[in-house]
């Protein structure tokens, strides 16, 4: 890059100057240390350096982020393995909602913009200014990241369960003091201003430099390159999508701090304006990828600049508008879930232009004139990803199948299959064309590089795979606690070793960047065109390179106008199969939209459930044939019709019923907001669990609720309900003899890893079956025992001094479908340690059983719960189930 003469005509001011003097004499420092200098590449101009910083900055982030999964992914699989959990719920929950924090923010996102910034002032030949704004974004972008973990403490005890446990994008009002449960540190909340700040300066700089280029070019320039129009839509894309988030974030500091109007459902609208064009942010590093590459290696330009033009711009002008695709169940106008359903379809049309653009350029490469290196290894696995990733797209933005699909692990399979397969495929091979140039080296070994791309290809494919195969079993995303069917058990466990394969995938690659950063081969330009370059730098990952580096003529043998029929035939077939499906969808997404949104009309001896879901239990309201108030439970009859008005306290929950053999009900409840289903119950009496599907805090796992089907009249026993498969809900608690079972409760509070606990049977007459809590799953994650101590052994204390009694009770309570409530059979005070007897006469009929209303508990491990740290409270219930007693 040619260094072009810079007019001075004032000496900078003296703070620029103070800088410069301080970073000098901080570089030179550094620069004595061999590592430093080459980690750093502090002898060279500084934009280079400022471009390691923030590759050695995201890759540390990705390190902590993959490592962040450690929390989770292994306490889940101890879980269906029956063993301890060593972490509290809330650390659990903090694992995973800074695993995506980090590898998305931290290690995406920076990489992004570092790789962005440098190839545009490369391939452009700019000269880059403004050095501390760029610097600026940089220190902001990575202070970010650290304030959104929030305070921990080292002392007096070390605890890091603070950090924030509330997935990755927050559905306000959780988190926020005063209207929420649990509460996040503020530092969250000022760490996304920063974030967005940061983000901002960033694209500011760049628009900056593109008006330098375009200034300098005025008048000269046809063709902007085809890569460079997706760079400007990354430009274009970063404001819009950030001024929303911005905005939520801000909205939500201000509800922090007592100030202002509160709005749940469009504080969420406006995040997820964000949420979604963020993800297509990312997405730009692989579309980028495929035009800056492929014409690089096919040794031709890109099959058609017009299509490439489109897809750009159609990409830039639908993405920040389709937003909501994300909350199809959540009470919105019908009008704008059908909008954006039509037109996140549409937004396929760019991606298949940009799949026929590149696979077309690549038409007519002879087998000798292409090579297998690490950069068109991962082009194609991003290629091929972006297809499969892409693929399952459909099915979520299809908002009959949401209904399915919805925060179930299918979800987190197809996004990880475009975070991993797509994006950071595509990432790689853009670090493997363009790090070398950074490191003025070539690739040390080409081997490491070859196992870099075999494990990870192999690692996150299984990832991906059994996570789709958890969503097909059922499982909810971020599911601590779920039923262990074998195949649920066996998919965990294999995920997890997909998880330690991906990760452990990345070593190759650390050491060849470091073997290279001290050993590498120097690279020497002088005489190379920028395509040179870029195929020499790749060639150093090939152990023995045929295809040699040098530009060739290209003459098109394919005529124009034959080219431009091809392309007009691809994108007409595209377009009329997408309008077919838009036609066949529409009418489904319209009804089902506005069930969730209007009140229904419900038949004559419909059923009415006002349900309010609390952090963390549902509090339970019903009239029609059936009256009562409930916690947690509620109760219909076999094939009623049922008409449900749901809304939060809190936190934004989700009212859901997984049945396999007849219609999923599932809808997004969301606080000063009200959200409605019409569904009729299923025609078999029994006991059908309904977790919640959304997240509300760390005890979201305990969130579970049972809706008892009666006969329609008299009693009927479980038979057919077991012999049905309950439906195929797997979340239905297991069916066991009441006599003679003996229910113990685990560490979470639970009896036998369920909630419900199992469902009963007996015959009328005598019933007797036993409880035992026993002492050791006292611990900080069980809800039983309230005490709030820095003292570790403060529970079992608690406990030795009230003689092992809590203030509840166990007992046995008959549904009273008249009176509307539970009528207590038989009690008994909840005892720990000791083995109790439950015994009562019962006539034929449904009954619950256990401790049957909320505990309250707040989590307060070192006695450092405040506002400003933190903190969590819940009420919860999970030491219940159903009694059911027929003929
Ligand atoms: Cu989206």
């Known amino acids: 890059m040619a260094e072009q003469p810079v007019a ?41 350096r400022i471009t390691m910083l923030m590759v050695v900055a995201s890759v540390f982030w990705g390190i902590v982020g993959a490592f962040d999964i450690f929390g989770f992914q292994p306490q889940v699989t101890a879980f269906a393995l029956g063993q301890p959990l060593h972490l509290s719920n809330q650390a659990i929950y903090s694992s995973l909602t800074l695993h995506g924090i980090r590898m998305l923010f931290g290690f995406a996102q920076q990489l992004e913009l570092a790789l962005f910034g440098i190839i545009f002032v490369t391939a452009f030949g700019l000269t880059p200014r403004h050095k501390w704004a760029y610097y600026l974004s940089v220190i902001l972008f990575n202070l970010s990241l650290v304030l959104m973990e929030g305070p921990f403490y080292l002392y007096p005890q070390f605890n890091d369960s603070y950090f924030p446990a509330l997935g990755w994008y927050f559905y306000s009002p959780l988190g926020i003091r005063g209207l929420s449960a649990y509460i996040a540190s503020p530092l969250w909340y000022f760490g996304w201003i920063a974030l967005c700040v940061a983000v901002l300066i960033w694209a500011a700089w760049m628009v900056v430099h593109f008006l330098d280029w375009w200034r300098s070019h005025r008048g000269q320039v046809r063709r902007i390159p085809p890569f460079a129009l997706f760079v400007i839509a990354l430009v274009v894309l970063i404001p819009l999508s950030y001024v929303t988030v911005l905005a939520s974030s801000t909205w939500d500091l201000f509800n922090y701090f007592g100030v202002g109007p509160v709005n749940p459902l469009i504080n969420q609208v406006l995040f997820w304006f964000f949420g979604h064009g963020f993800v297509y942010i990312l997405f730009l590093i692989p579309i980028t990828a495929f035009y800056f590459l492929v014409p690089i290696f096919a040794k031709r330009p890109v099959y058609s600049y017009r299509a490439a033009v489109a897809a750009a711009v ?39 232009i940009t799949f026929f653009t590149v696979w077309m350029t690549t038409k007519g490469v002879k087998k000798g004139e292409w090579q297998w290196n690490a950069v068109t290894l991962f082009l194609l696995l991003s290629f091929a990803g972006t297809m499969a990733g892409g693929l399952t797209g459909p099915d979520n933005n299809t908002l009959s199948f949401d209904i399915d699909l919805h925060n179930t692990m299918f979800i987190v399979s197809h996004f990880h299959a475009i975070a991993l397969l797509s994006i950071a495929a595509g990432g790689f091979a853009v670090v493997y064309a363009a790090f070398p140039l950074l490191a003025g080296r070539l690739w040390y070994s080409p081997r490491l590089a070859q196992a870099h791309f075999v494990s990870t290809a192999i690692g996150w494919s299984g990832l991906v795979m059994f996570m789709d195969l958890l969503g097909s079993d059922g499982i909810l995303r971020r599911s601590l606690i779920f039923p262990l069917t074998p195949a649920v058990v066996n998919d965990q466990v294999w995920l997890t070793v997909f998880v330690i394969v991906s990760i452990g995938a990345q070593v190759f690659f650390a050491a060849n960047v470091l073997l290279t950063l001290f050993k590498g081969e120097l690279l020497t330009v002088q005489g190379l065109s920028l395509d040179e370059i870029v195929r020499k730098m790749a060639q150093s990952t090939h152990p023995k390179p045929t295809v040699p580096i040098s530009d060739e003529k290209f003459v098109r043998r394919a005529p124009r106008a034959r080219r431009e029929g091809a392309e007009r035939a691809w994108i007409t077939v595209v377009v009329v199969l997408i309008l077919g499906v838009i036609v066949a969808t529409s009418p489904l997404t319209l009804s089902d939209s506005t069930t969730i949104g209007t009140p229904a009309d419900p038949p004559a001896g419909s059923e009415y459930l006002s349900l309010v879901n609390y952090q963390y239990y549902w509090g339970v309201q019903e009239s029609g044939p059936i009256v009562g108030s409930f916690s947690d439970v509620m109760v219909v009859h076999a094939g009623q019709w049922v008409a449900v008005n749901a809304t939060a306290q809190g936190a934004t929950g989700g009212f859901y019923l997984p049945f396999r053999n007849l219609p999923v009900v599932d809808i997004q409840v969301i606080p000063d907001a009200m959200s409605y289903w019409l569904f009729q119950a299923p025609p078999v009496p029994g006991v059908y669990a309904a977790p919640d599907s959304e997240y509300n805090g ?19 026993s479980l038979a057919s309900y077991q012999s049905s498969g309950g439906e195929g809900d797997i979340y239905n608690p297991p069916v066991m003899a009441a006599n003679g079972a003996f229910l113990i409760a685990d560490q979470e509070g639970l009896f ?28 900080v994650d069980n809800y039983l025992v309230n005490v709030t101590s820095t003292d570790p052994n403060g529970q079992l204390n ?13 007992g046995i309570y008959a549904i009273n479908t008249t009176e509307g409530d539970l009528v207590p ?16 006469t019962l006539a034929a009929g449904v009954y619950v059983y256990g401790l049957v209303s909320p505990v309250p508990y707040v989590y307060n491990p070192a006695g450092e719960s405040t506002w400003m740290t933190g903190s969590q409270q819940g009420e919860i219930m999970g030491l219940w189930g159903i009694l059911w007693v027929s003929p």
């Open 8 to 48: 001075v005509f004032q000496p900078p001011p003296a703070v620029v100057r103070f800088f410069d003097r301080t970073e000098e004499a901080i570089r030179s420092r550094l620069a004595k240390l061999t590592f430093f200098q080459r980690v750093f590449q502090l002898d060279r101009d500084w934009m280079t």
């Open 825 to 840: 059979v038989t009690t008994q005070p909840l005892r720990i340690g000791s083995v109790l007897n439950e015994s009562a």
């Open 752 to 779: 036998d890893n369920s909630v419900p606990g199992p469902t009963l049977t007996a015959t009328p007459g005598t019933v007797s079956f036993q409880y035992y809590i026993p002492t050791s799953s006292i611990g």
């Open 314 to 352: 159609i990409f830039t002008v639908l993405t920040p508008v389709l937003s909501i695709h994300h909350l199809y169940l959540t009470p919105v106008p019908p009008w704008s879930a059908w909008l954006t359903m039509t037109l996140t379809f549409l937004i396929v049309i760019p991606s298949a």
């Open 698 to 716: 760390p005890w979201f796992g305990q969130d579970m609720a049972a809706l008892v089907v009666l006969p329609d009249t008299g009693t009927s």
């Open 798 to 810: 608690y406990l030795a001094a009230h003689n092992y009694t809590l203030p509840y009770h166990l």
